[in-house]
């Protein structure tokens, strides 16, 4: 016999992920409708006055983490975006995510080094435009801009930018193949 909610999975559990999401909802700055979370999803702010948007239909599985370390830091992630297990965002200035972007899990964005080398900046924001794919296991690192519908692959360490449209790989990434299109 099949359990309730008929796809043979815990019964009920996308509604359980619905109302852990009305509940993150009540710890984040916007949050847009639909939002969706798993139970141990992190929401860690060293300073007042920092920020978290979620957009539209936004789903955070088991384990991610969201620290936010600065006055004014920020992370925004996209509409129909999802962080997969054990995914984590370091956040000193900004993090955004585009809109229908997957990442996969344990990948670490970071736009801190949270040192300084040389008297340079540690701190750098990181955009990762819509429709970009990162594989498990990969880490961003600050300043780097990622184009829309690119592709990060497993294991990679982007520190700097990737071209839209491009498959990266790589420590650190580089450009494997460019025009790719992924689903």
Not at 74 to 96: A, H, K
Request: hydrophobic share 40%; net charge positive; with cysteine.
């Amino acid at each position: 016999m099949r359990p309730l909610g008929g796809s043979g999975r815990r019964p009920f559990s996308r509604y359980v992920r619905r109302a852990r999401g009305l509940l993150l909802a009540l710890r984040v700055d916007e949050a847009g409708s639909g939002l969706t979370a798993e139970s141990g999803v992190r929401i860690d702010r060293r300073a007042r006055g920092t920020r978290i948007i979620l957009h539209d239909r936004v789903g955070l599985r088991r384990g991610v983490a969201l620290y936010l370390r600065r006055r004014g830091a920020t992370i925004e992630i996209g509409r129909n975006s999802y962080l997969n297990r054990r995914s984590e965002i370091l956040c000193v200035r900004r993090v955004r995510i585009g809109a229908d972007c997957a990442i996969a899990w344990d990948v670490l964005i970071t736009d801190s080094d949270r040192h300084s080398i040389d008297g340079g900046d540690p701190d750098q924001p990181v955009e990762i435009g819509d429709h970009v794919w990162i594989g498990a296991g990969a880490k961003i690192l600050k300043g780097v801009t990622i184009g829309s519908g690119a592709v990060v692959a497993a294991g990679s360490i982007v520190s700097s930018d990737v071209p839209a449209g491009a498959l990266v790989g790589g420590v650190p990434a580089s450009t494997i193949r460019e025009h790719v299109e992924w689903s």
